[in-house]
């Protein structure tokens, strides 16, 4: 056609999604949350995907990251403290067909929901796990979780925690089974948006801690960390997570990690020393539960069904 090009079509989407299409009510989040830039980052990815929004769950426990589901524009599922994830699987088992997401915190997940954890990331059904980990359990005002450093003062302990903080990702790496581990800031929203974008590509349980800023009850650990690039540790590889132009500069320090050698992927992670950003480690090729478990549920239905047919056959008025 004259004035188009010879790489153009008019072939086009029956429906195209906007930002608008998947948002929610308005957040209710603290101003400077860093909330506030993982919900954006989730709602840019879910339009570049142009996926349908009826076909998005979103699940929660309870906590400030849990109140997602409110601020999607898809279903939801807000659940009760700890549970996010069997709901998440028991969705997933259900409806292979929707693509879900789970939002949980540092407490919600580490804490009361642990068990869970492990058991999610075992099973490695086809999900997108987001950890918004403060350091603090900043919905009920400032107790100590599981990831609270060491000797900051909190409520339940004034005179500091008492306890070396948990570990996530050395946890998730240890479990049998696990696919996916990254680690992410939220005050980077390039290199946020390629995390989220390759954990919700991947193919089973996609588990993303992400360091999350609190302005209230975490301010000031949140502005060392920000102020000071040594300390975080940029993980690159081909294999990774994808590195925007001009974002490697913001790190200092940098080195290559293979993400499918799990050995340096548990050296890196109990490295105290700085905290690595990117992606720890990725098994593509590791069991899916929910393909295993709707085979079952297939091979069940058709001998079901040939059993009803002898059935009828046999039967004679």
């Known amino acids: 056609m004259f004035g188009l ?66 601020y999607m524009h898809t279903y939801g599922f807000h659940g009760l ?12 088992s259900r409806r292979p067909d929707l693509d879900v997401w789970v939002a949980t915190g540092d407490g919600d997940c580490f804490s009361i929901g642990a068990a869970h954890w492990v058991h999610a990331l075992r099973y490695n059904m086809d999900m997108t796990i987001l950890v918004f980990d403060n350091g603090i359990y900043g919905l009920t005002k400032k107790q100590t979780s599981p990831t609270t450093p060491e000797e900051y003062q ?16 050395t946890v998730s790496l240890g479990v049998t089974n696990v ?3 990254a680690q992410m800031v ?36 949140n502005l060392d960390m920000m102020d000071d690039p040594a300390n975080l540790l940029l993980l690159k590889h081909e294999n990774g997570i994808l590195v925007p132009e001009g974002v490697d500069r913001l790190f200092e320090n940098q080195i290559e990690h293979d993400p499918m050698n799990l050995a340096n992927a548990m050296a890196v992670a ?46 004679t008025i």
């Open 186 to 221: 939220d005050w980077n929203p390039p290199l946020l948006y390629e995390t989220i974008k390759a954990a919700h590509d991947h193919k089973g349980t996609s588990f993303v801690r992400i360091i999350q800023r609190c302005p209230v009850y975490m301010e000031q650990m």
């Open 270 to 315: 109990a490295d105290e020393s700085k905290m690595p950003v990117g992606l720890l480690y990725r098994n593509p090729d590791a069991l899916c539960y929910d393909e295993l478990s709707n085979a079952g549920l297939d091979m069940i239905d058709e001998e079901k069904l040939a059993g009803v047919n002898d059935a009828l056959d046999s039967f």
């Open 154 to 169: 909190t409520n339940t302990h004034p005179g500091g925690a008492i306890l070396p903080p948990l570990n996530p990702l």
């Open 5 to 70: 090009k010879s790489d153009w079509s008019l072939d086009t989407n029956d429906r195209y999604f906007t930002l608008d299409d998947y948002a929610g009510a308005e957040p209710r989040w603290c101003t400077g949350c860093g909330d506030l830039g993982i919900l954006a980052t989730i709602h840019r990815v879910c339009r570049e995907a142009q996926i349908l929004p009826e076909k998005i769950v979103s699940v929660s426990g309870i906590g400030c990251s849990s109140r997602l589901p409110h």
């Open 179 to 181: 696919s996916f581990v």
């Open 81 to 92: 403290h700890g549970r996010a994830l069997p709901v998440a699987c028991g969705v997933k």
